[in-house]
């Protein structure tokens, strides 16, 4: 299964596909991209000016993975809707934590195909 995850020295990095200005803030689900990656597809309602959908995507996903808000920070891609999230922490740790929150939440299917909502 083909994760939007991968491990770093100090933590985890998450490949992000951003949509500001949604009618809902949501994890909405999994999309592969032109070179075959894969992103997590989130959605916040916050509009694209000084860092607020960046706060309103850090807030959503260290609210749904169960993660203090300052383990989380975006690295790449700040004022672009493609972003790379650093998660701080244990990598092992957290790779296991974050595929069982997909999927838990139904965004990974046992072919590895992405489910959506």
């Not at 690295?75 to 790779?95: C, E, F, S, Y």
């Amino acid at each position: 299964m083909s994760l939007p995850f991968e491990p770093a020295a100090d933590g985890v990095r998450i490949a992000l596909r951003v949509t500001p200005k949604a009618s809902r803030n949501a994890i909405a689900g999994l999309a592969d991209t032109a070179d075959g990656k894969r992103v997590l597809k989130v959605s916040v309602t916050a509009v694209p000016e000084n860092g607020k959908a960046n706060e309103a995507v850090v807030k959503l996903l260290a609210k749904a993975w169960k993660l203090p808000k300052s383990s989380l920070t975006v690295v790449a891609g700040a004022t672009d809707r493609n972003k790379i999230l650093h998660a701080a922490g244990d990598p092992a740790g957290l790779m296991r934590r974050l595929a069982a929150a997909l999927d838990g939440a139904g965004l990974t299917g046992s072919d590895g195909e992405a489910g959506g909502r």
